[in-house]
C-alpha cells in the first residue's frame, strides 16, 4: 500500500479525502473511526459490484456493520428519479434509520444518486463516498453537489450534502476501462486550465504518479469548495468547458461521456476566448495538446444553433444571464457573466 494522502475539507461541515492504494479494504474501520455505526447499505453499479462490492462489503462487517447492498446498471440513464425512489424504499423496509450510512461505491454516477438520495432519506443521513474512477476522485465525490437526472435535463433535480468521507482507492483504476480513465483526465486538465499552468505543464512532460494527480485536484477543488460551498461565486469556475459540455451531452442523447464533453467544451470556450482577444493562442494549443495525449476529443460535431439553443436551458442562467469561464492564459481564467447575445457569439467563435 501506497502513502496516504490526506486533504481535509473545511465547508460548513469538514470531512477528509483519502488517497492511495488499498483504501477499500479499510472502507469499514476507517468509518468506524469516525464513529459510524449500525447499517450499512453500498450503492453501486452492477460493473462496479462484481468488482469490488464483496470486497467493501467484508470490510464493513469486519468493522461491525451490518450490511445491505443496492445495485442499479452502469450508465448515466441510473441517475433517475425511480432508482432514487427504489433506494429510499429499500432503506425505509431495511429499517435504516437517520444514524445509519450509505455508501457511494463507484463512478460520479453511483456518487451522485446515492448522495442525493442519502440527503433526502430522513432529511439527511450518513454517507461516505468510495469513488472508483478517476473523474470521481477528482471531482464528483468531493463538494457535496448531489443530484438525478430528470427528463428536461441533467442534474436538475438535486441537494448540496457533504460526505463524512472520501476515500479514493487509486487500485481502482487498474480495472478502469482506458477510455473511462481518459474522461477522468477531461476534468484533471480543466483544474489546470483554470487555475493552475504549473500543473499543465506536469501534466504534458511527464507521467505523474496517479496519487499526486488526484491530491493536485482535490486539493484544488477544496480551496474552491472552501470558498463557496453553495455555487454563488468562485466555484462557477469549476464549471470550465461546461456550458458546451451539457449541450454536447444533451444532444448525444448522454451517449457522450461527461469528460468527452467537458474535452469539447473546454477547447470551445478556450477557441472563442482567443478569437474575442482575451487569451493568447498558445493555450489552445497547449490544451489540445494534452486533450491529444489523453485520447480525449476536441471537435463539438454539433452545429452552432443546436449547441446555443440547448445552453439556454442550462440550469446556471439566472436572471436572463448565464456565467462563462473564460480562459485568460496558461492556468489563468475569469468569470463572465453573459446575456443571450453574447452567448451565442461566443458559441458561434468557439464552434465555427
Ligand atoms: P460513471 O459513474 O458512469 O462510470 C463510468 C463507467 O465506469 C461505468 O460504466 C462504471 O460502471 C465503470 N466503472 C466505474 N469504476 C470502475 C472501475 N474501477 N473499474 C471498471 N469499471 C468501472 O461515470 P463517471 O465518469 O465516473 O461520472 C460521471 C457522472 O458524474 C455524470 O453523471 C456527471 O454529471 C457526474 N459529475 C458530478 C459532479 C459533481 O460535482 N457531483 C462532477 C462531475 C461529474
Ligand atoms: N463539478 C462542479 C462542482 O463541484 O461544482
Do not use: W
Not at 185 to 197: L, S
Request: net charge negative; proline share 3%; hydrophobic share 40%.
Amino acid at each position: 500500500m501506497t502513502v496516504t494522502k490526506k486533504i481535509d475539507i473545511k465547508a460548513g461541515k469538514p470531512y477528509r479525502v483519502k488517497i492511495g492504494k488499498g483504501l477499500l479494504d479499510k472502507a469499514g474501520e476507517e468509518a468506524k473511526a469516525l464513529g459510524l455505526d449500525g447499517k450499512a447499505l453500498i450503492i453501486s453499479d452492477d460493473n462496479v459490484a462484481a468488482l469490488y462490492l464483496e470486497k467493501v462489503s467484508s470490510s464493513l462487517k469486519e468493522a461491525g456493520f451490518e450490511v445491505f447492498s443496492f445495485v442499479i446498471p452502469h450508465g448515466e440513464s441510473s441517475k433517475s428519479a425511480e432508482n432514487l425512489l427504489a433506494i429510499l424504499e429499500f432503506a425505509a423496509e431495511n429499517a435504516f434509520s437517520r444514524t445509519d450510512t450509505f455508501f457511494a461505491l463507484g463512478g460520479g454516477v453511483v456518487g451522485d444518486l446515492c448522495g442525493f438520495a442519502a440527503a433526502v432519506y430522513m432529511r439527511g443521513t450518513n454517507f461516505v463516498q468510495l469513488p472508483t474512477t478517476l473523474l470521481a476522485a477528482v471531482d464528483s465525490s468531493v463538494g457535496g453537489k448531489t443530484a438525478i437526472d430528470l427528463e428536461a435535463g441533467k442534474n436538475l433535480a438535486g441537494a448540496f450534502y457533504q460526505p463524512k468521507l472520501v476515500l479514493c482507492d487509486t487500485a481502482t483504476f487498474d480495472t478502469l476501462p482506458d477510455e473511462e480513465f481518459s474522461n477522468g483526465m477531461a476534468e484533471v486538465i480543466k483544474y489546470g486550465m483554470f487555475c493552475d499552468g504549473g500543473f499543465l505543464d506536469i501534466l504534458t512532460e511527464s507521467n505523474t504518479d496517479i496519487e499526486e494527480i488526484v491530491a493536485r485536484c482535490v486539493a484544488i477543488k477544496a480551496r474552491v469548495v472552501e470558498a463557496d460551498e453553495f455555487d454563488k461565486g468562485e466555484r462557477m469556475f469549476l464549471n470550465f468547458g461546461h456550458t458546451v459540455a451539457h449541450a454536447v451531452e444533451n444532444l448525444s442523447g448522454y451517449t457522450t461521456p461527461h469528460g468527452s464533453a467537458v474535452a469539447i467544451g473546454m477547447a470551445a470556450i478556450t477557441k472563442a476566448a482567443i478569437a474575442l482577444g482575451k487569451c493568447e493562442s498558445k493555450t489552445f494549443d497547449i490544451l489540445v495538446e494534452l486533450l491529444k495525449k489523453y485520447r480525449l476529443p476536441f471537435e463539438c460535431p454539433y452545429g452552432i444553433d443546436e449547441v446555443y439553443n440547448v445552453t439556454l436551458k442550462d440550469k446556471k442562467n439566472a436572471h436572463g444571464k448565464i456565467t462563462l469561464v473564460i480562459p485568460a492564459g496558461k492556468g489563468e481564467s475569469v468569470l463572465q457573466k453573459c446575456d443571450y447575445d453574447e452567448l451565442k457569439d461566443i458559441i458561434t467563435l468557439g464552434l465555427k
